[in-house]
């Protein structure tokens, strides 16, 4: 009978160190591959482009694809499954549509407000719509690109992490992974984007974490079609102020 429970406090033992030992891995991976996230953010925005601006365009979307790929690697060490990320289900479209109502309204309101006391000296330049082909451009590398792969970086791979790491799935590991997306954007930008992208994230994160039926898709659709917004409200502003 002792031996028994020997054997069962043993085993229960064994199981809460490599529960530790998992956590701890996981913030070493997770430390790794954002770091790595950051070098390959700012070493690309640090090499000048010149020539085609289609060229410029294709090797910034073709780069975003390798920004992601510690990511990738990570969530593969992890042994977690890539397939898994892409279920879906019929709350595709309610999910997508209150993110993006909630982001995409602040955002423009904002950015609204913004122009009105603080008028832009356009001076003798001027502003076009820009052609149908740009649009539909800008709308599929949005989504398909942009969208997919940092809502794979942030909301699969970074808060599943967390989630992992601190042991539940609630809103401080939304806020925490929010502020970290935030903070990436001050690599290669401003602290009114780091705001913006924070925002983003604490609405998807939040979304994401409280309701099970929110997928990744779902995410990616709502973060694609934001971006997508605010690139459209910026160059109607231009053309009609």
Request: include cysteine.
């Amino acid at each position: 009978m002792e031996d028994t429970e020997t054997k069962e406090i043993k085993e229960t033992k064994k199981l809460k160190e490599t529960k530790t030992l998992s956590k701890q891995t996981n913030i070493e991976i997770l430390i790794f591959v954002l770091t790595i996230h950051c070098l390959l953010l700012y070493g690309f925005d640090a090499i000048p482009l010149q020539g085609n601006i289609w060229v410029q365009r294709l090797l910034e979307t073709g780069y975003k694809f390798v920004v992601a790929l510690p990511a990738v690697i990570g969530f593969l060490i992890q042994k977690r499954k890539i397939k898994d990320v892409f279920s879906n289900n019929r709350h595709f479209w309610k999910y997508s549509l209150v993110i993006l109502l909630i982001t995409s309204s602040v955002a423009t309101g904002y950015t609204l407000l913004f122009y009105c006391f603080n008028p832009v000296d356009t001076g003798d330049m001027e502003f076009q719509m820009p052609k149908a082909y740009t649009i539909i451009y800008y709308l599929v590398t949005d989504i398909l690109v942009t969208g997919l792969l940092e809502e794979f970086v942030f909301r699969e791979f970074v808060l599943g992490t967390l989630n992992d790491i601190i042991g539940q799935k609630g809103i401080p590991e939304a806020v925490l992974s929010a502020v970290i997306f935030g903070l990436v954007h001050l690599v290669n930008g401003n602290w009114e984007q780091v705001a913006f992208a924070t925002f983003l994230g604490l609405v998807l994160g939040i979304t994401k974490q409280k309701y099970k039926d929110c997928t990744f898709l779902s995410c990616v659709l709502a973060h694609g079609m934001y971006n997508f917004i605010n690139y459209m409200v910026g160059n109607l502003i231009y053309l009609f102020y």
